[in-house]
């Protein structure tokens, strides 16, 4: 078949190379290069860097409603188009410029986690069961009919960019099945049901910040939520931010007030709602990371000092 993929992060690429081993990409979709945190120096994205490694034609426009790419993807004459992660909505034209149009592959057990984060605000929920659904795209987000699905299990220290990378591994083979299904006029999409729906917005940096008189488990849950991005945060005693690494729930030791710093051995811990939790590393701001005991033995905050809001 003569495929477009759609697609900009690093977890869209194992899909691209699953459904190259078998088929012809006349075309690749990803976003504009942005620029870096830093300075004024242009990145492509991650699924551009693989395409041009491997001559595929690229786009990059800076809107999917720009009449000439619609032109230019509708002169391709593909048979389907495969999207994972791209960043930008389709609109009509643009769906209907293939034959047997778009099929998404989402993170989540549709129509569960609509949205931009899917994977994280499944684990922030606390959910034991996610996976990753294939979908034609219609005009609405994320709620077209489903051709199929693959379900995972979220492992209790499972952050979401762990997950993130076992889903793009175990949905790339469904997406290409999905696609083949659909040129062979095998597929039966179903469509979404009305019960069951919830949406993932994508997550702000305030999504991010963690209030220590949440419970233990709450906290733990959030923080895994938000590794790698957006980085969960609290601030130390003197107002700056501290970014937080994965923690672990001490059932073993009593509650102490939230927020508080205490050291049991080598472990750093921080009070909760309920049972402290242990702390992995920090990243205090303008510095790299670094593991919580040899942060603390520098910071020197002893065991009264409050992490957070007071």
Request: contains cysteine.
């Amino acid at each position: 078949m003569r495929l477009i993929f759609a697609g900009t992060p690093e977890i869209a690429i194992p899909s691209l190379e699953a459904l190259a081993e078998r088929h012809e990409i006349v075309a690749v979709v990803t976003q504009p290069d942005a620029r870096g945190r830093r300075g004024k120096t242009l990145y492509p994205s991650p699924v551009k860097e693989h395409a041009l490694e491997h001559g595929y034609p690229v786009h990059t426009p800076e809107t999917a409603k720009d009449p000439e790419f619609i032109a230019a993807i509708a002169d391709l004459d593909a048979d389907a188009a495969a999207v994972v992660a791209y960043g930008q909505i389709l609109g009509p034209q643009l769906l209907e410029a293939t034959r047997h149009g778009w099929v998404n592959l989402h993170f989540s057990l549709l129509p569960a986690w609509r949205g931009a984060a899917p994977v994280q605000r499944s684990i922030m929920a606390g959910d034991e069961v996610t996976g990753a659904s294939a979908f034609l795209l219609d005009a609405g987000m994320d709620t077209g009919p489903v051709i199929g699905t693959v379900t995972e299990a979220i492992r209790g220290s499972d952050t979401s960019g762990v997950l993130l990378e076992r889903l793009a591994t175990i949905g790339a083979p469904l997406l290409v099945q999905a696609i083949e299904a659909l040129g062979a006029g095998a597929a039966s999409p179903v469509a979404q049901p009305a019960d069951g729906v919830s949406h993932a917005a994508k997550l702000s940096r305030e999504d991010a910040y963690v209030r220590w008189d949440r419970p233990a488990h709450v906290v733990d849950r959030q923080i895994r939520g938000c590794t790698p991005a957006p980085g969960a945060w609290t601030t130390l005693p003197d107002g700056s931010p501290l970014k937080l690494g994965p923690v672990k729930v001490r059932a073993d030791l009593p509650a102490t007030v939230p927020g508080q710093l205490a050291q049991h051995g080598d472990a750093v811990t921080v009070g909760t709602g309920g049972h402290p939790v242990q702390l992995s590393w920090v990243q205090p701001a303008g510095k790299g990371q670094t593991a919580v005991d040899a942060w603390w033995r520098g910071a020197r905050l002893g065991s009264d000092a409050i992490l957070g809001e007071a």
